[in-house]
């Protein structure tokens, strides 16, 4: 049998980090893990092919050579994903679709031959039988949670990790918060399930014995989710696997709770931890209360985020306007937020309701939804009719945005970061890639660009005052450069 597994592209979004690939050399942030992990689930005498439309263009020769299409996909995707179906139903290839957007959509893909929904250890099996047997049908779902301790190392076999900024890691599933806006419990669950440390170790060794030294993420939507579990033997045998290693610095997503354990922060860092992305969604206490993201409401958000910062992690943060309970003075709210911590990396998002979330199911029954969310909150758009006036969240988010955006405040907040971080312990090899980043950013942004001045400013105070983050210093700044590119392009 010929599989041809498909990525569909994103789009140029907040988080495709489009323009700052460009100074690393690199095609895209992350390979496809679901797949790679799919294809580790197939018969190994199948010959399978791997096509990332972030990377190429999906060739007729490439759809000839296939006897099934694989394709799965996220919200973001959906657009490229209907594209790659109708360019495979032309060609009378067969497709087998899967991941969150068709288990949340599928009844929108009329074209697609047959769905394996939910999570594919626990559906795939039964459309493999029903293959075996020459009479697969059309969908596979289920409402059980998989065993993901019987997940296999994904094949990374398929993949050039060259092409790749960085590698994705998944540990555990599912969330034990039920916020209103979110799918993730809805998806898996909100018994947290994990992967043994044997596993974890596995694919890590997995990837470093072919090299790899970059940047691993921790897939996880909320890595701490098994707090005891994660303490008591995965961060140990992290900190062990790392001795005598270079590189291989890890990032993950955590709860703001993670403040309170200075324990569990000692930890990660130690393990090689330097960045975590954490939903701080709003200041506005009703507004949290209102989306049951009642954990960041009993705390100064300010005073939790710094003790993050200070264990030695850098805050990446998300934010949404457009609560019901928002008034006008939200985007100034917003900004005076993130400006004081230090957040550099800020996604501000407006409310959407994704399909079969709490909100979706609320707003349903208040004849709020105007259609499917398109997850790119970065655009300003969205899928609700929300309690503000829609031009006044509009404008004030594209004001927002300009404000946190633009280069002055952009590298203000930087410093604000750099002057209070602890320098990570995490040795980061200078390679070839960074010293082309570095020297491309000098141009671009030192000499050619508009931030220019900003961009002297901040480099020259960390050679004078925190060299060991140089390098943290010239990511922030081609970061910068694509957050304003693509704010430029979608939301102004």
Partial sequence: MKILMIHPRFPDTFWSFKHALRFIGKGSLYPPLGLLTVAALLPRDWDIRLVDLNLTELSDEDLKKADYAFISAT??????SAQVISKCKQSGL???AG?????MEHTRFTNVDHFVLNEAELTLAGFLADLRKGYPKRIYTTAEFADIKKTPVPRWDLVDLRKYARVGVQFSRGCPYDCEFCDVALLFGQRVRTKTVDQVIRELDAIYSIGWRGKVFFVDDNFIGSKSYVKRHLLPALIEWRNGKKGVPFHTQVTLNLADDETLMGQMVE?????VFIGIETPNLQSLDECNKKHNASRDLIKSIRRIQRAGLEVQGGFIVGFDHDTNGIFKQQVDLIQKSGIVTAMVGVLQAPTGTKLYERLISEGRVTGFSSCDNFKGTTNIIPKMELSVLQN?????VRQLYSPEPYYRRAKTYLEICRVPSVYVPTDADYLFAFLKSIIRLGVFGRERFEYWKLMMWTILNRPRLLHVATTFAINGFHFRKVSELHVR
Avoid: H, M
């Fill in 75 to 80: 919200d973001i995707q959906r657009n490229s």
């Fill in 94 to 96: 067969k497709t087998v």
């Fill in 99 to 103: 991941g969150p957007l068709f288990t």
């Fill in 271 to 275: 393990a090689g931890f330097d960045e």
């Fill in 396 to 400: 004030g988010y594209r004001k927002l």
